[in-house]
């Protein structure tokens, strides 16, 4: 089965689904990206901020020599964590040294908020625990990363977790236009508004969290399980197709490209097959019909944040 191929708005193609790595451990995180290859995965996403780089790298060198794939079938994303202009360029060399490639596909600002670094480079953090906040602009941080495009180190840029004032922002200055915005989307935070805004741009929404993510570790026992949802389970014996198959063909019939994240074998080879089936607009319209804009990443992550200026959930 082939992967289906999404056109940037600089001409540019990405495969519509990739492998998710958050949270995927650096011990399983190889094993994971060359099963995925021999599957027909071609587009891993990454970041900084998962400390999992220089494993993916190892194992995209490894498949890169042995000849499995060519560098021009593969499509790598990864993430800028810290947003000051002077970090761009220090930031991009550590993730482009692991990752061992000779240039990086797809770079996103990973949150507008800045997030400070602490003495060992991690997040800093205030004695409640929550991550200490800066005053930069993105719009700073965005024009250093253009940078990396005109010196060749970077095909295309975009952000993760941007609303459309945000975006709009970006695209009156912009030189170099982003052309994915990199967010949570699944039936409980369907994100609608956002991805119809997007696609009038001609910038892609690329879903993260398309499961909302149920190995999240501040996971509560009562929390709702979309896998489980009955009109998902309905709408998957139709097609004859499991609830993970449908919550990704969810995504895929929105025009947006998915990530999901897994390190078995058998889940990344279900998720592959997405593209012998379609949802009827319909069934599209019933499954956003469960949205209760419930964010999985809320209260652990973007909480501490709400007063900061540039907390993105204010808007859509």
Request: with cysteine; hydrophobic share 35%.
């Amino acid at each position: 089965m082939s992967l289906r191929l999404l056109t940037l708005s600089n001409g540019r193609k990405m495969p519509q689904l990739g492998l998710g790595t958050w949270k995927s451990k650096p011990d399983e995180v190889g094993n994971a990206v060359k099963s995925a290859i021999d599957i027909g995965y071609r587009h891993f996403d990454t970041a900084y901020a998962y400390f999992n780089e220089k494993e993916i790298g190892d194992a995209l060198k490894e498949v890169l020599s042995d000849g499995k794939v060519k560098r021009e079938e593969l499509f790598i994303v990864t993430k800028l964590l810290y947003l000051s202009p002077e970090s761009v360029r220090k930031n991009f060399m550590e993730s482009y040294k692991k990752l061992q490639l000779d240039y990086i596909d797809l770079y996103l600002i990973h949150t507008p908020i800045p997030l400070q670094a602490d003495e060992t480079g991690g997040l800093k953090k205030d004695e409640t625990g929550a991550y200490v906040t800066d005053d930069i602009d993105y719009l700073d941080t965005y024009k250093e990363m253009e940078k990396l495009v005109d010196d060749g180190l970077v095909k295309s840029i975009g952000v993760s977790n941007f609303n459309h004032k945000q975006l709009e922002r970006i695209l009156g200055v912009a030189k170099h236009k982003p052309v994915t915005n990199q967010i949570e989307v699944h039936p409980y935070f369907t994100r609608t508004k956002l991805i119809n805004w997007c696609l009038e741009r001609n910038i892609i929404t690329t879903c993260y969290s398309p499961f909302a993510s149920l190995d999240r570790p501040w996971a509560k026992d009562d929390d709702p399980n979309l896998l489980k949802d009955q009109v998902v389970k309905s709408i998957a014996s139709k097609h004859n197709k499991t609830p993970a198959q449908v919550l990704l063909r969810f995504c895929i019939d929105l025009g947006c490209a998915v990530i999901p994240k897994s390190v078995n074998p058998g889940r990344m080879k279900e998720n592959f097959e997405i593209f012998n089936f379609k949802l009827t607009p319909e069934e599209v319209t019933s499954i956003q019909s469960l949205n209760r804009n419930w964010m999985m990443s809320v209260d652990a992550f973007w909480h501490p944040a709400r007063n900061h200026p540039f907390y993105p959930f204010n808007e859509f």
